[in-house]
């Protein structure tokens, strides 16, 4: 079945490095997404990866896809007070209507 | 480049009582997505549109929930009648077509009394 899972839960210091991980369940997945989910707002499109690649960087945030083991991870390099914020991460489905599901979201702590 | 509008922002009920959604999504976007985001979880697609036709409404409870995009632009999501079960987050997501990348608005945070 589809099925995305995300821990709930990482508390940093400022300046270190953030790592949160990702499974999913459809090895037809041709995108995973991760968003940014800030208190009374919506999600913000932070980065995406296709299905055939390995890894993807974007400034401060690195995105690793181990396709064999359906496990995705961000990091976030230098983690920063503003990056406190609940992150999800979504496979996009394979076919035409680009469904996307997602995972129960990663609440992102972090202290100065 | 303007975001996907929604409104209202808040919206608070009681059960049994009808409300509808209002979604602007970003210039040009064929495709326009319908989100319920209960507490705690990530969204979970309610309704799907390519221009002003229905792609995927397989998650809609369609006996209390409707959905329509007249004219491919705007979109109004509406409940009636409401229940407990449905205070949530409705979020509306846009993109240029349905192999793009979405982009959502604030969303209407909806509490039903």
């Known amino acids: 079945g589809e099925d995305v899972e995300q821990s709930l839960f990482l508390s940093v210091r400022e300046g270190d490095s953030s790592v949160i991980n990702c499974t999913y369940t459809?090895?037809?997945?041709?995108?995973l997404y991760w968003y940014k989910q800030e208190p009374g707002a919506g999600l913000q499109l932070l980065t995406y990866?296709?299905?055939?690649?390995d890894m993807k960087q974007d400034q401060r945030l690195t995105v690793l896809l181990n396709k064999k083991d359906k496990h995705l991870s961000l990091r976030i390099a230098d983690t920063q007070t503003g990056d406190s914020a609940i992150y999800f991460c979504a496979e996009r489905l394979s076919g035409n209507t680009g469904k996307l599901i997602f995972g129960q979201g990663t609440t992102l702590q972090v202290k100065p | 480049e303007a975001g996907v509008a929604q409104s209202p922002r808040y919206k608070i009920i009681e059960k049994r009582q009808s409300v509808a959604f209002w979604c602007n999504p970003i210039?040009?976007?064929?495709?326009l997505y319908w989100y319920q985001q209960i507490l705690g979880q990530g969204p979970k697609l309610l309704i799907q549109f390519q221009n002003n036709g229905v792609v995927d409404d397989s998650q809609l409870p369609k006996d209390r929930f409707s959905a329509e995009r007249l004219k491919g632009v705007d979109s109004t999501l509406k409940i009636q009648p409401a229940k407990l079960e449905d205070s949530a987050v409705y979020l509306c997501?846009?993109?240029?077509?349905?192999?793009?990348?979405?982009?959502f608005g604030d969303g209407t945070r909806l509490s039903i009394l």
């Open positions: 210039s040009g976007h064929a495709t």
């Open positions: 990866i296709f299905s055939n690649m």
């Open positions: 997501a846009s993109s240029l077509a349905s192999n793009q990348p979405q982009h």
């Open positions: 459809d090895s037809s997945s041709t995108y």
